[in-house]
Each structure stands twice: as C-alpha cells, then as structure tokens.
Nanobody, 123 residues
Framework: QGQLVESGGGLVQAGGSLRLSCQASGHTFSGYTMGWFRQAPGKEREFVAAITWSGSTTSYAASVKGRFTISRDSAKTVHLQMNSLKPEDTAIYYC?????????????????WGKGTLVTVSS
C-alpha cells in the first residue's frame, strides 16, 4: 500500500518562503501525476499544483501561479517551493497522487493522500 509523507511546513511571515516536500513509498508511483492540495479552516480542500510523472507538464491554481513552483526529483519525491507567501496561503497542505497521469488533479480522482503539513503565514 502506497504512502505519502509531507514535510517542510511551519510558521512564516508574509512575504517569506517555505519549501514543502513529499516522499512516496510502498508503491512504484511510476506514471502517477503528483501534486498538492490545501485546506484552510472552514473551507473546502482546493487544488494548488500538479506535475506529471515525467516532470514535463505542470499546472497551478490561479491564486498561486507565479509564486509557487512544483518540481519532481523522481517518481517518488515532489517539492513545492512557495515564495511571496500571503496570510491567505495559511492552510494544511496535502500531497496527492493520481494514477491516471493527467496534467490536472481533482479531489475525486486522487488515489493516495498524505496526512498533511500545516503552513501558517502571519501578517
């Protein structure tokens, strides 16, 4: 059974940066698209960024485009570099993996979820 483990969350001031990492294990994850979702208190979980297995295609939510960068070291390691952070970026960030391998991730299509890492951006 595959597992995803996030790391790198924490507290940062507005305008600062954080780098999240996601390590997959227990499954090959070959061909999987991987990415990130986030969920703020009282809100639904929303898509943040995705990267295909080859790393050739990335996609971003409009709210983070130009500030966040997703990258992939291998089939099993994904990073999210978050710059120019805003208080509204405060949320639990979840790593996700989708076996369909498309460029877009939706919550209903996710095969594996991590447990999440908290990012808090203070004003």
């Amino acid at each position: 059974q595959g597992q995803l483990v996030e790391s790198g969350g924490g507290l940062v001031q507005a305008g600062g940066s954080l780098r999240l990492s996601c390590q997959a294990s227990g499954h090959t994850f070959s061909g999987y698209t991987m990415g990130w979702f986030r969920q703020a208190p009282g809100k639904e979980r929303e898509f943040v960024a995705a990267i295909t297995w080859s790393g050739s295609t990335t996609s971003y939510a409009a709210s983070v485009k130009g500030r966040f960068t997703i990258s992939r070291d291998s089939a099993k390691t994904v990073h999210l570099q978050m710059n120019s952070l805003k208080p509204e970026d405060t949320a639990i960030y979840y790593c996700a993996a989708d076996a369909r391998g498309g460029s877009i991730l939706t919550t209903s299509g996710i095969d594996y979820w991590g447990k999440g890492t908290l990012v808090t951006v203070s004003s």
